[in-house]
């Protein structure tokens, strides 16, 4: 890990960064020590990388959580970086030593480590973790999405000790979805476990008026993410040819990048649906809300998510859905309410679905106004910025508590 991977939050230089050299966070260096604001180091991937983690750490250094903390970023995975398998394997040799020296170095009260239940990241930021609370650092662990507990080494008694004993070691545990509150709580009862859903800013979407979508036009499906076979697209293009072979009018834009856009790409070809689906490409802000605007069904037919942040931003743009019920997406969505659920790998619900969004234009605008109302609602970023600020707090007081007393060293 270079010095350029802490990324801060931008206002005066402090002290060097250990090993890593200077650099900046959002501190006055005219303040006393004692009144500094307390330091929460934020650990995940590059914050410009295409990553709903990188999305979810933008959101807080934007918001007022920065306000009450000095918040430094700390990079880690590899999303963001071009690197071959001997720097990779330096990196991950070398990135908790650099953890360690960071959270002395600067007197971290909080480490918040954002990490999913898959096997990569369990076992690299299991590292982190035993890093952290080495150097007295407490600890939150915000779990993105992956495996419930109880199934991540269902099929090794062992290593399922040993994920429970690693779950007791944080000081909070942080989840999106009501699901995964309940198999934490059961699995690792006594730690305290919270259920803090993803946020947005709704502000950017609230200028838009959304007409009725006219039923001559055709039904306008997006799709804005990483083009993973998980995302269930394959599936998606698939029940876009049957509705289409039902005469149903409908064309579809696919907003994003990834492994299997070349695929996905031929298999359009093949189905003969070139001239109605567009591959965009990654889109971001202006581009983004155009997008969005213009669409009447937002579709994500997922294997297992977290909770999408395009759900999110597409329900705040009054865009309905089309999802599968995984994750933390049936907490936010209500069948027929904000859109419509279908099984994952169902070509044919989701072609039904099309189907029916297609005929029912008034369905489709009442949706949209209560789209809107949720999220504006119950997943702002002010709103979880606040239950951030209470729990950093907590743990800050719960840390100056158990600080043992400075004694005279041995002469």
Known sequence: MSCHELKPVFQASRRPCGPCGPFTQNLKASAPDDMEPPVALLLGPQRDALSGISTHLNLLFASRLAGRFSLVHFQVGSEGRNE???????????????????VITHRVMIVH??????????WR???????????????????????????FFE?????????????????????????????????V????????????????????LRGRSDPAAPLRLLYIGRLAQEKGLAET?????????????????????????????????????????????PVFGEDKLKLLVAADAFVLASYAEGLPYALLESMAAGVPVIVTRVGAIP??????????????????????????LASNRRLLARMSTA?????????????????????????????????????????
């Open 84 to 102: 071959g398998g001997a720097a990779r394997l330096v990196r991950l040799l070398t990135s908790p030593l650099i953890l360690a020296a960071t």
């Open 113 to 122: 480590l954002n990490t999913a239940l898959n096997t990569r990241a369990f």
């Open 125 to 151: 930021d299991f590292a982190y973790l035993i890093a952290a609370k080495i150097c007295g650092a407490k600890v939150l662990y915000q779990v993105h999405g992956g495996a419930l507990p109880h199934r």
């Open 155 to 187: 099929r090794n008694r062992i290593l399922s000790a040993l994920l429970r004993g690693v779950l007791q070691l944080p000081d909070a545990i942080v989840v999106l979805a009501k699901c995964e509150l309940d198999a934490y709580r059961k699995f």
């Open 189 to 208: 009862p006594g730690q305290q476990v919270l259920l803090f859903p993803n946020a947005i800013d709704c502000a950017p979407y609230e200028k838009f």
């Open 237 to 281: 293009l698939l029940g876009f040819k049957y509705a289409r072979a039902q005469g149903v009018k409908v064309q579809f834009f696919i907003a994003g990048s990834g492994p299997e856009e070349v695929s996905l790409k031929q298999l359009a070809g093949e189905l003969g649906l070139a001239e109605d689906v567009s591959f965009v490409g």
């Open 331 to 356: 907490d936010v969505v209500a069948e027929r309410i904000h859109g419509l659920f279908v099984p994952p790998r169902d070509p044919g619900a989701i072609s039904h679905a099309i189907a029916t």
């Open 371 to 411: 789209c809107r109302e949720r999220v504006v609602g119950d997943y702002s970023i002010d709103r979880l910025a606040g239950k951030f600020c209470g729990l950093y707090a907590e743990l800050c007081d719960a840390k100056r508590m158990t600080k043992p007393a400075r004694t005279r060293p041995w002469s």
